[in-house]
């Protein structure tokens, strides 16, 4: 088995296999040991005998259990070669994996890190993000195995990307937090007819700037806070104030490609997705963009 205090003690070599330095792993155990602890409970409300009977387990400690989730994460092994790491068996890796995925996403959301999944209202917007200055909206994608369904093949094929994806839409703020992080959808989806469907600019004040790219063409049309690039005229050219403008545009939304690279560390996030589950890929994308939120502000 990885020796788990070695890794500890190393914070570069925590980093590498978790995504987190030793303060930030540190600052999230006590909420995953309560998140833990609380599904424990659920799952067996009356104890037919004592604790610490039965079988020990591979991951005895709350510690080991934190750590083999982030390193499931940030490595996205196979159950195989996690069970060779772990010393456990292929099935139990994935049992596993499953069990504390859920305890993860729980504990974040008690540090209040996880984006919100859909905007309800202006007042609630900023009553949730409070010395937000300006927003920055964006499509970001993943591969997918091949589906084997034709129609699934179609509806999943990306064009930007020229292969099978699953999308997300997300809403990022000056300090590289992500905000807002919609439901995956399939990867043929375009940006600007995603974000009619789930109305984030609809639910930002007119007084906070949204920045999108030449994705979200005709945006500016239906709101008067947004900021977009000048779109080349066919057959001519842009002016240098123009291009000048275009170029601003662009360093200030760099922002936004920092926070998915930020996201997507985690190769659960950016590998190509191989888990089963139906959905399961949305819960990996909202627990990975809930551990970049809780590195910025812990680390």
């Known amino acids: 088995m990885l020796n788990l205090e070695r890794v500890l003690n190393q914070d570069r070599l925590l980093r590498a296999l978790t995504g987190l330095n030793r303060k930030a792993f540190d600052a999230l155990l006590p909420s995953f040991e309560q998140a833990y602890e609380?599904?424990?409970?659920?799952?067996?409300?009356?104890?037919?005998?004592?604790?610490?009977?039965?079988?020990?387990?591979?991951?005895?400690?709350n510690e080991a259990k934190l750590f083999y989730i982030l390193f499931y994460f940030k490595c996205y092994p196979t159950f195989d070669l996690a069970g060779i790491l772990f010393d456990l068996d292929r099935s139990q890796t994935h049992e596993w994996m499953h069990e504390l995925q859920p305890i993860l996403e729980a504990a974040l959301g008690h540090e209040m890190v996880l984006p919100e999944r859909k905007l309800c209202s202006m007042d609630a917007f900023l009553e949730q993000f409070p010395g937000v200055e300006r927003v920055m909206i964006d499509g970001t994608e993943r591969p997918i195995q091949r589906p084997q369904d034709s129609d699934q093949q179609q509806l999943n094929y990306s064009g930007k990307k020229r292969r099978h994806t699953r999308k997300h839409l997300a809403a990022i703020d000056q300090t590289k937090r992500v905000l807002v992080l919609s439901k995956a959808r399939e990867g043929k989806v375009h940006d600007k007819r995603f974000e009619a469907e789930e109305e984030i600019a609809f639910h930002i004040p007119d007084e906070i700037p949204i920045e999108v790219d030449l994705g979200f063409q005709g945006l500016q049309s239906e709101y008067v806070n947004i900021r977009i690039p000048h779109k080349k005229p066919k057959g001519g050219e842009l002016s240098d104030v123009q291009k000048q403008e275009n170029r601003s545009l662009s360093q200030s939304r760099v922002i936004c490609e920092h926070a998915f690279a930020g996201i997507k560390r985690y190769g659960a996030v950016s590998a190509i997705y191989r888990n089963r589950i139906r959905d399961f890929d949305d819960h990996l994308m909202l627990t990975a963009a809930g551990l970049w939120n809780f590195y910025l502000r812990a680390a």
């Open 38 to 61: 609380a599904s424990r409970i659920a799952a067996k409300p009356v104890r037919q005998r004592a604790r610490g009977g039965g079988r020990k387990a591979r991951l005895s400690s």
